[in-house]
């Protein structure tokens, strides 16, 4: 039996609040951090493993952060998940994206349908249709081959697909993998889809409009704005359009589109990248095989994640490390900072999916909670970082606790020796360095050299970003955010942060407006 | 008589914390609201505005953050800054990169030269240098015209000028003074070279390597790498590429340059995109009187900086506020939100100049202070980040203030209507709804649906987004930057955060490690 309770009358977490706090600096010090470093690892899927010595914890902390995993059901609540049930009670729906990669638990009939079923024959209707446009099957109206696929959506059918797609797209191109190339139009200033548009060969375009509802206004817009420059091109709009949405979006059944393919309310947006709304342009820009690798490292990360015993399960283990920083050690943000530059983009993906999930006040009852939630979450790919804000997280007045990813090898095989070593051994070293220097500080007689140390973080290490691994660490994070918003007994899944914007939107530009809004809008022309 | 004092001890930072608080959603209410919308702005240079109505403050606050910088000295200090005073303590320094852009105070000689002179002639060489490249009078081997640019930097040779490039990007190529597309190469993750290169038309690339040292390893390694792919494609390096650094620097006499142009210690990294370190690259993609109407912007801005009157000088103001918030309110973070798509990577370049410069534990003689200094930044364009991050801000448990930045014209003058409005009103009509959505709330029976309010906000106005507002933008954040680390006593201009690393990464790569850093090294193979 289930019981949703407030973290602050969870027994385990009276008790992991008196658990006697970890120095840092000492703990990570000499041979002792040499053991930490060997023995406080967990093996991910893909073959990666996350390693969190040089996080503020002990085997005290993690036996308590064990209890309290227990005691909070988190196992069992994923397995409600998967199962079925509606774990989304404020829009009262299923959440099931991870059945877009596989099968967990039990057959989930909904809507007369059973819903692994309905994902994979979407898959396999997509993977078809990039088929034939590769083949030169489905073509432009003059009878030759697209040559560019440019996705239309915000959000979460936005920075999840566009991190993928740069996530992999040198990968590709040395693997002889990459079919075509993709742009991304998303915010409704004009200038984004003017300056794509700009740049793209519109008579070998092919856009995907996604957007699960079909009512989105930026997404809308955008599209309209697409078909103008096709008609201005001489070019019908319907040759170059397919649609993914909902089947009860008023995009689903138009003729204005080459083809639809279809999600369904269960699968949010920043859920969504292992749905059609990553599946069509990624397969388009890769190749259905190469889609299919990256649902494979997505899946083996799902059934990882059911593991009960925390020290086997690294989003278990990640997220509750991430509540221990956030509720008892008081921290703030977390900073995510890949040693890849194919993950550029990741950040902004994981700052979506953190902090639209796990930024709430209200339990999933609708109750105030009286403890805080979700982290701001930020990062930029190191080396990079490390010449900019990495200054503050050194010798800042606040602690920031921070999540590593590295890879041993690099996407594109192409490298250099300078100094007796390639880019990816200095790349490598300096994620090294700057994990032991957050950790351990360097004492100096000069008191702006002076580095306190004491600043925790955990780093993913994988052999390559490729579609596996990629799928891996999407699904470890989607994962990590699932079971934080269990400890805090908030529901992850809606998003009503972004509807009252929505609604002054609308009053302004229908020019009912009064007070601040009116003036504002003055100011600006509106 | 300056006087350099810790902001604790400053006697009207103890009546700043006694002024009783503003109640935002209150103060922004009807009639109130409309009120403070149209009083607290503030003229900023290039046209634009600075308006403060949502944030937390009111006249007795205002009053209060005068005498505190009046108490503190700040317009002094500035007056001392650009009349060549040693203000960088660490390094021992003078702190000029405002003359880059004009002439403030008096005549500064260092190094036996007139500084303004020197920076104005290293300006001219570059125009000279543009105006042969885009005349086809420098050439690569054949005789042809260079038609890329490629800047090999990192941190802030990285950072500004590229968050600069794709604010004009679009501007120019409506404007016809788009000459060169450039990219940027920074990480020693060797896919980012290996990925820029293999895109890139080797034959006709230009490549500005940018170092003030000469000796940063990042970018000496994608310097060989360069090297080494224009070899492999039978061209001369020395044919293909310029040098920005230090008149000191290996690199300043090299025979291995087209052309060397220079800038000096008095300018650091991030405050560079005005020096040769922006100047390069823009004025070869853009053309040099792009670059100059870009320093006109940002030498504006400079001379508003100097106005004793707080409520004259947005920088000052901003800058204040933002104490208030960070030392007083308790607030954290800060996010600056563009509703402008050309402004996606200026969030990444203000992350850089504002952590780095103010992300400091220790006074600018070296005592630890005993209150909180710069704040975590991060931000992505509007609307994009409504149906992202923007529900933590909304509806999370903790306050972060908020920046943002609209403009009332596009940059592409490409627009549509849709439901009887474009584009760009729809943008500004959602930047005015979220200011009021959040400073105001909405309360609601369902707690789910409830907003809370009280979340502050301040907005820049400006006409569009052109060579000389973004000057005026750049200028105000690093203005604002400097007056708050003279609040907090602490020197913006040095960043020993970095070094710490760049020590521990060689000993790895030497394998001369121990303890946790040995086995870091051994799972990442290096």
Redesign the interface.
Known sequence: MITWNNLDTIKAYGELEKVAKVNLQEA????N??N???NY?VPMAAGM?Y?Y??KQVDDNVIDALAKLAEETQLIEKYAALYNGEVINT?EKRLVLHQMTRGQLGNDVIADGVNKRDFYVGEQKKIADFANKVHAGEITNAAGEKFTTVVQIG???S??GPRAMYLAL??WA?VNNTFKMEAKFI??????????VL?TTDLAHALFVLVSKSGTT??T???E??VK?ALKNAGLNPSNHMVAVTSETSPLAKSSDYLAAFFMDDYIG??FSSTSGVGGAVLSLAFGPEVFAQFLEGAAEADKTATIADIKKNPALLDALIGVYERNVLGY??TAVLP????LSRFP?HL??LD????????NRF????N????P???G?????G?????????????I?PLQFV?F?N???G???V????????????????????F????DDE???????GGRPSS?I?GEQLNPKSLGALLSHFENKVMFQGFVWNI?SF????????????????AHDT????????E????
């Open positions: 990570m010090a000499g041979e951090g040499a930490r470093v060997r690892s493993a390693n010595a040089a404020g915000i959000g979460g936005d920075l797209e040198n191109k998303s915010n409704v200033d004009p200038d984004d889809a003017a300056a700009h206004l930026e809308l817009t955008n309209s704005f103008d947006g920043r703030q943000n040693y890849s530059q194919g902004a700052q979506q902090m639209e999930s796990n930024g709430k006040s209200v609708g109750d105030p909670v403890y805080v939630t979700g701001v979450i930020f930029e790919p190191g080396t990079n490390q010449h900019s804000f990495y200054q503050l997280l050194h010798q800042g007045t606040d920031v590295g041993k690099n996407q594109m192409k490298d250099v300078i100094e007796d070593s390639t880019s990816q051994q200095k790349l490598c070293a300096n994620v090294v360095a700057q994990i032991v220097a950790a351990c500080g360097k000069n008191a702006n050299k002076k580095f306190e780093i290490i529901n809606d998003q009503e942060g972004v509807q009252l914007g929505k609604v002054l939107a609308k009053k302004v530009l009064e007070g601040a809004l009116k003036v504002y809008s100011l600006l022309n509106i």
